[in-house]
């Protein structure tokens, strides 16, 4: 079946740990996206990429960083820099970064520092 | 700037009730894209339905159906004859510029048995 796949469900981490949240679609689309989600809000814009080997920052990047080495997979690494890391972190592809193209979201990495 | 307004935040109904979402956006562009999302309780956004500017025909899709007013700059879903299983939160999104999407805060919608 088409779609996104987001590992692991739910991630804990230390304080002062990287940590790293996976994100694969198997739909041949050209781009990706990180949403930051916390209780009671909408979606923040982490990154995007339209194309391999090329990303742009969204509304809240920093102590975030992605890579987009294959066009299926956008990693996303939150750093130690992150102040306040605990949300709900969904990824999301679309055919093209552009037409209005719609976003298909996967099922989201719950993460927790402890 | 973009902004989209979703005034309440949680609603309840008795099933088999109606339900309106009101969504209220800002934009500067005169080529934009709404969309409406449903976030179950297991977290993955389900796509529900995309407009763009251009089109203000109101569409029923089974118990939706939506109301798109560009006079009032409103995108309005309601669901007919709640059931429980739409028990949900749901996002009105605008989409802008290089395909960015600004989302609302959300309704959470609760249907009571």
């Known amino acids: 079946d088409g779609g996104i796949t987001q590992s692991p469900k739910y991630l804990f981490r230390k304080e002062g740990q990287n940590v790293t949240l996976s994100c694969e679609q198997n739909l041949n689309h050209d781009a990706m996206y990180w949403y930051r989600q916390d209780p009671g809000q909408g979606l923040r814009l982490i990154y995007y990429?339209?194309?391999?080997?090329?990303?742009q920052k969204g509304d809240i990047a920093e102590g975030y960083s992605v890579s987009r080495e294959k066009k299926e997979s956008f990693p996303l690494t939150v750093t130690s820099a992150q102040k306040n890391p605990t949300a709900f972190y969904l990824c999301?592809?679309?055919?093209?970064?552009?037409?209005?193209?719609?976003?298909?979201f996967g099922p989201g990495t719950r993460l927790t520092v402890l | 700037a973009q902004k989209v307004t979703q005034a309440q935040t949680e609603i309840s109904v008795v099933e088999k009730e109606d339900v309106t979402l009101d969504c209220v956006y800002e934009t500067r562009d005169t080529t934009y894209y709404l969309f409406w999302y449903k976030q179950p309780p297991s977290g993955e956004l389900v796509f529900l339905i995309r407009?763009?500017?251009?089109?203000?025909q109101n569409e029923i899709s089974g118990r939706y159906s939506w109301n798109f007013q560009k006079s009032t700059s409103s995108f309005n879903f309601t669901i007919t004859a709640s059931q429980v299983v739409d028990s949900a939160v749901y996002f009105c999104?605008?989409?802008?510029?290089?395909?960015?999407?600004?989302f609302g805060k959300g309704n959470q919608v609760v249907v009571i048995p």
């Open positions: 990429s339209q194309i391999v080997n090329d990303f």
């Open positions: 407009r763009n500017s251009f089109d203000e």
């Open positions: 999301a592809s679309s055919r093209r970064q552009s037409s209005g193209d719609t976003q298909y």
């Open positions: 999104a605008l989409l802008y510029g290089n395909n960015r999407l600004a």
